[in-house]
């Protein structure tokens, strides 16, 4: 099906690390964008967006072409005390509902809804199963977060809005996000392997993310759930060893269960489920689409980023 193009779109969560990438995108193609932000007096935009609070997205709605939604809270900036859980889960499921409204407030409503989610809906794979978006919802937090907030953005499609879900597998960004932090201990000879190190650790290089998040809001044949992850996830020994390659320095020789230790100990439940498990994650959608990804694998995204 043919692209639409946009010329005015809304972004809410535009002053995060892939909304600052999409917003700056969008504007560089000359679109028109308001970003949806709870600081709007402080919000650091490039010329051509303009930041707008919550107050009322309808009225920032009305007449755009499309919405991007990327609000929520870290999920990995804190343990995951029983509050803090709630608040991962409300900082999600209220913006979308609240854009939802807002849609339903509108007269000319925007064409589509990209929407983030994340790969945590599948949970943790046992093994190395490749999961595609046929995969089921997995069991624990991050399942349930994610399936709450698919489920607010799916509503829109009852007022005539195609929803587009963008499930984010971790983003490789030069600044910002989890590559600057997995770097720093393997710059100071302190890289280590988690566990035994099986655990798939699917990824998408912010540019990928980006252009994915484009082609998801201008072609409608993106509809529904989607992996937004590369073609090929790696377990976390491997992209470790990545790493160590690319930054010329060994790993270092804690065993990997101390590591994991240690993991559990800091972090918690939100070690074990985000850094201790994880999945081999296709992006399947993308690929039928013939998505045309600019770093498919894990060395040329680390080479472009390091
Ligand atoms: N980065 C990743 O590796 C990754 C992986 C999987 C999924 N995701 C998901 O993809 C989305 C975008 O990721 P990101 O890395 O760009 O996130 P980010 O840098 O943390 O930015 C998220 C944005 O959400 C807004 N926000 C936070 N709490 C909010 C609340 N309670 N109400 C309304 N807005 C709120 C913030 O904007 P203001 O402060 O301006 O309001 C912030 O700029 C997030 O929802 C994230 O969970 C990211």
Not at 24 to 43: C, D, F, I, N
Not at 102 to 121: D, M
Not at 179 to 205: E, N
Not at 251 to 272: D, K, N, S, T, Y
């Amino acid at each position: 099906m043919a692209e639409q193009p946009l010329q005015r779109v809304v972004v809410a969560g535009g002053t995060g690390l892939v909304g600052r990438a999409l917003v700056k995108a969008l504007v560089r193609a000359g679109v028109e964008v308001v970003v949806l932000t709870r600081r709007p007096g402080s919000a650091v935009l490039p010329p051509g967006a303009r930041a707008q609070g919550w107050e009322d997205p309808a009225e920032a709605l009305e007449g755009a072409d499309a919405v991007f939604n990327l609000a929520g809270e870290g999920i990995a900036d804190r343990r995951w005390t029983a509050k803090r859980k709630q608040i991962l889960l409300q900082s999600r499921v209220g913006p979308t509902e609240a854009l939802v409204e807002g849609l339903r407030g509108c007269t000319h409503r925007p064409a589509v809804l990209v929407n983030a989610s994340a790969i945590g809906y599948y949970g943790a794979a046992p093994d190395d199963t490749p999961l595609s978006e046929l995969s089921p919802a997995g069991t624990g937090f991050l399942p349930e977060v994610c399936q709450a907030w698919e489920a607010a953005a799916l509503a829109a499609r009852s007022l005539g809005v195609r929803v587009a879900i963008a499930r984010l597998g971790m983003v490789l960004a030069r600044n910002g996000g989890a590559l600057p932090k997995m770097a720093l201990p393997v710059r100071l000879w302190a890289g280590s392997r988690l566990g035994d190190g099986r655990q798939g650790l699917s990824w998408i290089h912010l540019h990928d993310l980006v252009a994915m998040l484009l082609a998801a809001a201008g072609n409608p044949a993106w509809e529904g759930p989607f992996n937004a992850t590369a073609p090929e996830p790696v377990s976390q020994a491997v992209f470790l060893r990545l790493l160590s390659k690319q930054l010329h320095r060994p790993l270092a020789p804690i065993p990997g269960v101390l590591a994991a230790a240690g993991v559990r100990l800091a972090l918690g439940e939100l070690g074990r489920d985000l850094l201790l498990r994880g999945a081999f994650v296709h992006p399947g959608k993308a690929e039928v689409l013939g998505f045309p990804f600019r770093f498919p694998s894990p060395e040329e995204a680390l080479l472009d980023l390091l």
